[in-house]
């Protein structure tokens, strides 16, 4: 991983345009070749970023400024993704081998959830199929991916306690899942066992549906027929 401190401005070019004025910001080259733009706040959201597969040059612009450009692999689905990033200092700029991660583990319930709802997707929408569990993306994996009844692509986030660094975790895979012409678009579940309430308000602001999951109905320990009350 090559992590540069810069003072930098950052312009995208695609199926939108964004810019990023001049400012100190960290860009981080990772070994699978994603690119992404940090500023000192803002939690763990990179500002803007190119996911894999894509390419990074490195010259000067007409006024002899430094002058990144990273290009996404050409498409027929549509104009290719380009980031700008016009260099004016340098901090620092550093490489780090970091080897093969081994993955996140989750905790028990968690990942039995996971793998309960995976065997039992319907229990989250009706006609919804798995695709994969785990699916890879540049900055994570996605718990489950699905398609709905309409061949839709739904993306799933999985916990215990549904919170709002649950509904911001989905929002991120979201933005970069529906930059890809092959899945977008994509909408999102967010599935716990409890959602809290200031989460599932900012889900609905952000179009994420809330599903609150029985672990023990899963499970097959509970039915629900069998109760008195």
Known sequence: ?????????????GRLTAHLPMATRVLMIKADGSVLIHSDGGSYKPLNWMSPPCTL???TSDDGVTL?????????????DTLRILIEE???????????DPGLQKDGVE????ELL???PRTLGHGLTLVRREFPTAIGPVDLMCRDAAGASVAVEIKRRGEIDGVEQLTRYLELLNRDPLLSPVRGILAAQEIRPQARVLAT??????AVVDYDALR????AEDRLF
């Open 1 to 13: 991983m090559r992590l540069v401190v810069a003072r930098c401005q950052v312009d995208y070019a």
């Open 57 to 59: 040059r490195e010259g």
């Open 68 to 80: 990144w450009t990273v290009t996404s692999r050409p498409s027929s689905a549509g104009p290719d």
């Open 90 to 100: 340098v901090f620092s700029d550093t490489s780090h081998e970091l080897g093969v």
């Open 111 to 114: 990942k039995h959830l996971q």
């Open 118 to 120: 995976a065997e039992h």
């Open 205 to 210: 602001d952000r179009g994420i549906t809330c």
């Open 220 to 223: 097959g320990l509970d039915n």
